[in-house]
């Protein structure tokens, strides 16, 4: 499907070419339908005791060095569970280098991170609360840590029946927490399944030249609007920083600057864009793309010039505004002490 | 009222010390009656959009100069409120010489702050906003920011038609939300109305020790358990700092190294306590009760050696631990933009 889906477009935007005038049509495109349930790894089954806890320690800032920065801190369910900034602040306030992706609907992603360096969201999890410049506590004392909070070994226990408090069973249930972070069903999701006035005339416009005229599914494909892949589609440097991106850990050119293809649903929520948030609204997203992208060595050969016109710019924002789903209601649980 | 409470305890706790073999008994005591709404300044009444927009301000990091901390940071809903830490955390992750006092009931004080230098929620909102050691964001440019965010002048109009976004309806709307963030019903309370299986026996003997023997009641009295005075109850100092306290404000003596007394409802989730959190846990605050105070240089008169016996400060302990009720339930916001 994700060939067929990657290909089908390149014809339709071949047939637009051809025929510019042609009215905008809703697509039948059973491949955009709102994915159901996420996949689940076969030893980490999703049950509420594991939700809950995980729940409870992605609000837990006692998972950082300070104990003053939590998951929630930088995955803001505020705002779109990113933090609203170009690149995300770590342990002493220090800026870091890449934007903090949202964790809305990671469930699906086949790698975590900008740079593809995890394979799941269980060993994700691990990887901020570790990270000095970020959440900056060890895992050994994670562990002590939440060993000496009295009423975490109930939650563990009935989460993880007899294996008890460690690196493991807290990404394990932080993973669960997060397969529950999904998008909403959106104005355009009602569009697919047939109501024809869920979104205006210009996002149905936007959508045919999201998938014709600028063949945004050669990356942004399918039900998550995402291959899972890693491009360098010309972003520009923000502070002089040349971001090797997935070349660092996968060494061939083609992923020199290549940054994994975020999901866009909900991304009306998670301004600035890219990498490292240099764009800071839709509209200059668009525009860069329009423009064949700000930085050209080593482009991906996706991204050329599309010299989209004003309107036409409008109506791609107005289609991506319409991926906006009712936001994931997550009550704030109280923390064990 | 608060005349009288502060006098019969003192002649319960008289007749207490003659008759230590007295049967606990429950109080009628109608000053112990969980109160009802908080009183509301006559220029900011509270209206649903008062308390929708506060809600909004108080969770937004955009009104910090890094865009990274909120009032939620610190006065954590998750956490009681507070942070779970000894002293503050600030801008630069600078860690500050007070703990952070809860928000819970804040809406029946007097005066805000340990030293009291706010008279109202309203003065003291904008208080950490302003705060180069705490928010660090000028409040010129809080509102040019504000006025930046197109999805805030909606919320601002309804909640104040006509005033616009500027310093004060920020202060006036967080203010109507932190009336809202009030103690649920605790087992005490649902003791205090007729249940008698609401507490333990050993919280009942607590009250009694409470307001008799130990004379808790000279400054933690009536509903909210508070004289909304201040007081140098001989408390450690941490790292060495030695806080002037309410002195810093009015410089007679009495006020030297005291601090306001804060609410006990809800107690059990604030750890830990007193204005610079050198105490862990409510058994070492009783302890420290019990001892006299640990520093004794001009404290407060109503602070004596109590000599507690450990079953004593066990029943203490598990009164104060009655004094919680259900959880505040906020939903988080989704933040304009």
């Given amino acids: 499907m994700a060939l067929s889906t990657r290909i089908v477009p390149l014809v339709a935007a071949l047939a637009l070419a051809t025929c510019a005038a042609a009215a905008p049509s809703r697509d039948a495109g059973e491949s955009y339908v709102r994915p159901a349930a996420p996949p689940v790894p076969a030893d980490n089954a999703m049950t509420p005791a594991r939700i809950e806890l995980g729940r409870t320690l992605f609000f837990d800032p006692r998972l950082s060095g300070s104990a003053w920065i939590s998951c929630a801190t930088c995955h803001n369910p505020a705002l779109g569970w990113s933090d609203g900034l170009p690149t995300a602040i770590g342990n002493g306030m220090k800026t870091l280098s890449r934007h903090t992706p949202s964790i809305l609907n990671a469930a699906w992603y086949k790698r975590q991170m900008w740079d593809g360096r995890f394979a799941s969201l269980e060993e994700q999890a691990l990887g901020p609360i570790g990270s000095a410049d970020e959440m900056n506590l060890g895992l050994d004392e994670m562990v002590r840590r939440l060993k000496d909070i009295p009423g975490y070994a109930p939650l563990f226990e009935r989460a993880y029946p007899g294996e008890g408090i460690a690196a493991r069973t807290v990404a394990r249930a932080i993973a669960s927490f997060e397969r529950t972070v999904v998008s909403g069903e959106s104005p355009f999701d009602r569009w697919q399944q047939g109501d024809a006035r869920a979104?205006?005339?210009?996002?149905?416009?936007?959508?045919?030249?999201?998938?014709?005229?600028?063949?945004?599914?050669?990356?942004?494909?399918?039900?998550?609007?995402?291959?899972?892949?890693?491009?360098?589609?010309?972003?520009?440097?923000?502070?002089?920083?040349?971001?090797?991106?997935?070349?660092?850990?996968v060494p061939v050119k083609a992923m020199k600057g290549a940054h994994k293809t975020p999901s866009l649903r909900d991304v009306a929520m998670t301004a600035p864009y890219m990498h490292n948030g240099a764009y800071r609204s839709l509209r200059e997203v668009v525009e860069m793309y329009s423009r064949g992208g700000d930085v050209h060595d080593n482009l991906d050969p996706n991204i050329r010039k599309l010299d989209l016109t004003a309107a036409e710019i409008d109506d791609v924002v107005a289609f991506l505004q319409s991926l906006s789903g009712a936001p994931v209601q997550v009550a704030i649980p109280q923390l064990p002490n």
Wanted: proline residues 2%; aromatic residues 10%.
């Fill in 199 to 249: 979104v205006g005339d210009d996002a149905k416009r936007g959508f045919e030249i999201f998938r014709g005229k600028a063949d945004c599914v050669a990356c942004h494909q399918g039900a998550n609007f995402t291959d899972d892949g890693f491009h360098n589609v010309g972003v520009r440097q923000r502070d002089g920083v040349d971001d090797p991106g997935r070349f660092a850990k």
